[in-house]
C-alpha cells in the first residue's frame, strides 16, 4: 500500500531527438511576398511552461504536451496538499511549519506516548481509499490523440467496479457482478455496514464499541462506558470504519449484492467486474482504467491525462487505544487527547488519499519519459513529404519545447517524492 520513493522518473527519453534537423524552409512567406502565401511560420507566444500545449499542431505531439501539463499539476496540487496536511500536524505536536518527516514522526510518537499505553499502542483501521477515475476524460484524451477514435463510440475498460444508472433497473453483463451501496435508518443490511451498526441485541463488534461490552473494553468513556475494542458482546453502536457485517441495523452505508432484484430506490448502483477481468465502463471507474486503443505514440499520454483526472477519496477512519497508567483517572489529559486526536485522524485520511493519488501519478510521470521521444519520432513521419509549415512546427517550435517538458516532469516528481517520503514517515509512527 505505501509508496516508493526510490521510483525516480528517467527523463533521457526526452532529450533524445532535440538534435533532429530538416532542411532549411523556403519559399514560405507569410506575408504573400514570392514565397506560400498565407503559410503560417510562426510560434506560438506561449509554451507549456504556461499551460498551453497546443505547440505544433500535430495531434501525438500536442497530446504529450498536454499530458505533461496535466500530469504536472496534478502531482503539484497533491504534493501542496500533503506538505499542507504535514504543516498542520506539525503545528498540532509544537513544531514549525516545514519540518521534516522524521521530525513530526518523533514528535507524533512522543505525543501518543503521552497517552496511550505503550504496550497496546494506538490502532488505526479503514479501508483502502477509493479511487475513481474519469472515463470522459480517457475517451476525450484518446480521441484528441488518436483521430481514428471515434468519442461516441469509444469504449473503456475498467478492472474495478464503474458506476451504472438506472436505480431499480441497474444491471451489469456477464463479466460483472451488480453491487449496490444505500444510506437509510434502520436499513436491512445483508452486506458490508460502514458506519454505525446500532445493536439492541448484544453482538460482536468488528469496530469500536459505544456502549455496553460483556468483555475487556480498550477505552472507556467518563460515564463507564465502551468507547473502544470490545473483545466480547457489545450493545448500543458499533462504528465500523473498515467496513464489516452488522448484527443489527445499519445506518451508516451499506454494500451489498441484490441478486435477481435491483436496488433499493435510493441506493447507487455499481458494475464490479470479475476476478482477474474487467467491465465495459461509461460512467466513473473505481479501479484500473484502460482507455480505448490508440495508436503507440499515444498510448502514454492518453494514460497519462486519465491518471491525472484520478479522484481518491479519504477514508473513515476508526482509531482504538488504552489509556497510560498516569492517564487513566486524568479526565482533563483524556479530553485534550481526545481533541487533538479528532484533528489528527481527519489529517491522516486526508494524506492516504493523497498518497493513493501519488502511487498513480509517480508511474504516468514514469511513462512520460519515453513517450515524447515516440510523438516527434512518429511526427517526423507525418511532415516529411514537403510539409513546409509542419516542419517548422515540429522543429522549431515542438522540439524545444522537450526541455521544458522534461523540467516539468522531473521538478514534479522530485517534489511529489519529497513530500510522500515525509508523510511514510508519519505512517510509520502509526504502524501503517
Do not use: H
Not at 471507474?285 to 486503443?293: A, D, F, L
Not at 485522524?345 to 486526508?350: N, Y
Request: glycine share 12%; charged share 20%.
Amino acid at each position: 500500500m505505501l509508496l516508493s520513493t526510490d521510483r525516480i522518473i528517467s527523463i533521457t527519453g526526452l532529450g533524445l531527438l532535440t538534435g533532429i534537423s530538416f532542411s532549411a524552409l523556403q519559399g514560405c512567406d507569410p506575408d504573400g511576398g514570392t514565397g506560400i502565401p498565407g503559410c503560417d511560420i510562426s510560434c506560438p507566444a506561449e509554451g507549456i511552461a504556461e499551460g498551453n500545449a497546443a505547440i505544433s499542431g500535430i495531434a501525438e505531439v500536442d497530446a504529450f504536451f498536454g499530458a505533461v501539463i496535466d500530469v504536472s499539476v496534478a502531482a503539484n496540487n497533491i504534493s501542496s496538499s500533503l506538505r499542507a496536511e504535514l504543516d498542520a500536524i506539525a503545528l498540532s505536536v509544537d513544531l514549525q511549519p516545514g519540518a521534516t518527516g522524521a521530525e513530526i514522526r518523533a514528535a507524533v510518537e512522543a505525543k501518543i506516548g503521552a497517552y496511550v499505553d505503550a504496550d497496546a499502542g494506538l490502532k488505526f483501521e479503514f479501508q483502502e481509499p477509493r479511487c475513481e477515475a474519469s472515463v470522459e476524460v480517457a475517451v476525450a484524451a484518446a480521441a484528441e490523440c488518436d483521430a481514428s477514435v471515434e468519442p461516441g463510440s469509444a469504449t473503456v475498460e475498467c478492472s474495478g467496479g464503474c458506476e451504472v444508472q438506472g436505480g431499480v433497473m441497474a444491471s451489469c453483463d456477464a463479466n460483472a457482478e451488480l453491487t449496490c451501496t444505500g444510506t437509510a435508518p434502520a436499513f436491512d443490511c445483508q452486506g458490508s455496514c460502514e458506519g454505525s451498526c446500532e445493536l439492541t441485541v448484544a453482538a460482536g463488534c468488528e469496530g469500536t464499541c459505544r456502549g455496553t461490552c460483556t468483555g475487556d473494553c480498550s477505552v472507556r468513556d467518563s460515564q463507564g462506558n465502551c468507547a473502544g475494542a470490545c473483545d466480547g458482546d457489545c450493545q448500543g453502536t458499533c462504528e465500523l470504519a473498515a467496513g464489516g457485517t452488522c448484527s443489527g441495523d445499519c445506518t451508516g452505508s451499506c454494500t451489498y449484492k441484490p441478486g435477481d432484484a435491483g436496488c433499493e430506490a435510493d441506493a447507487s448502483a455499481k458494475c464490479e467486474a470479475m476476478a482477474g477481468g474487467s467491465v465495459q465502463c461509461d460512467g466513473r471507474c473505481e479501479g484500473e482504467v484502460t482507455p480505448p486503443q490508440v495508436k503507440a505514440e499515444c498510448e502514454a499520454s492518453v494514460e497519462a491525462k486519465a491518471n491525472a483526472s484520478v479522484e481518491c477519496k479519504p477514508p473513515s477512519i476508526e482509531v482504538t487505544w488504552q489509556w497510560a497508567a498516569d492517564v487513566e483517572l486524568d479526565p482533563m489529559a483524556q479530553a485534550e487527547f481526545k481533541a487533538w486526536l479528532q484533528g489528527f485522524k481527519g489529517r491522516i485520511g486526508v494524506m492516504l488519499a493523497a498518497k493513493a493519488k501519488a502511487d498513480i501519478l509517480i508511474e504516468s510521470l514514469e511513462n512520460l519519459g519515453s513517450s515524447g521521444a515516440a510523438a516527434i519520432e512518429s511526427a517526423t513521419d507525418i511532415v516529411a513529404d514537403g510539409d513546409i509549415v509542419g516542419t517548422f512546427k515540429l522543429t522549431s517550435c515542438a522540439i524545444p519545447q522537450l526541455a521544458t517538458a522534461a523540467d516539468q516532469v522531473t521538478q514534479a516528481s522530485q517534489a511529489l517524492s519529497v513530500e510522500a517520503s515525509a508523510s511514510l514517515e508519519v505512517f510509520g509512527a502509526l504502524g501503517i
